[in-house]
C-alpha cells in the first residue's frame, strides 16, 4: 500500500511527522509526498488534489498495490491529522509492529 501526501510549507511539519509515523508503526507502507511549493512536484499535488476534488493542504489518498484508493484524509473534514490517519491505516493494514 502507498500513502500520497499533497502538502506545502503551512504543512511541512505534519508530512515529517506523519512519515516518522509510518516508518515506526508500518514498515509495509510506502509514503510517497508532494510538495504544492515546489516546481516538480507541483503538478502531482494538484493532480492528486483535484483527482478528489480536494482544496486544502495536507491531503493525504491511502492506495493499495493495484493503485486503487482506499481512504482520502481531507483537511476540509479535520481528517487530515495524525491521529485520524493513524486510526485509519489500522483499519486497512493487519501488519502494523516491526517486531515480530
Same mark, same amino acid.
Request: charged share 30%; aromatic share 12%; net charge positive.
Given at each position: 500500500?502507498?500513502?500520497k501526501? =499533497? $502538502?506545502?510549507?503551512?504543512? *511541512? /511539519?505534519? +508530512? &515529517?511527522?506523519?512519515?516518522? %509515523?509510518?516508518e515506526?508503526? $508500518? @514498515?509495509l %507502507?510506502?509514503? *510517497?509526498?508532494?510538495?504544492?511549493n /515546489?516546481l516538480k *512536484?507541483?503538478?502531482? !499535488?494538484? /493532480?492528486? &488534489?483535484?483527482? +478528489?476534488? !480536494?482544496?486544502k493542504?495536507?491531503? =493525504?489518498? %491511502?492506495?493499495?498495490?493495484?493503485?486503487i @484508493?482506499? &481512504?482520502a484524509? $481531507?483537511?476540509? !473534514?479535520? *481528517?487530515?491529522?495524525? %491521529?485520524?490517519? !493513524?486510526?485509519?491505516?489500522d483499519?486497512?493494514i493487519i $501488519? /502494523?509492529?516491526k517486531n515480530?
Amino acid at each position: 500500500m502507498i500513502l500520497k501526501v =499533497a $502538502y506545502d510549507d503551512s504543512s *511541512e /511539519k505534519f +508530512f &515529517k511527522d506523519l512519515t516518522i %509515523l509510518v516508518e515506526n508503526n $508500518y @514498515p509495509l %507502507l510506502k509514503i *510517497e509526498g508532494f510538495h504544492e511549493n /515546489k516546481l516538480k *512536484e507541483r503538478s502531482k !499535488a494538484f /493532480k492528486l &488534489k483535484g483527482g +478528489f476534488s !480536494a482544496r486544502k493542504n495536507p491531503f =493525504a489518498v %491511502l492506495f493499495d498495490d493495484d493503485n486503487i @484508493p482506499v &481512504k482520502a484524509f $481531507y483537511t476540509e !473534514a479535520n *481528517e487530515c491529522v495524525l %491521529l485520524d490517519i !493513524a486510526k485509519g491505516l489500522d483499519s486497512f493494514i493487519i $501488519y /502494523k509492529t516491526k517486531n515480530i
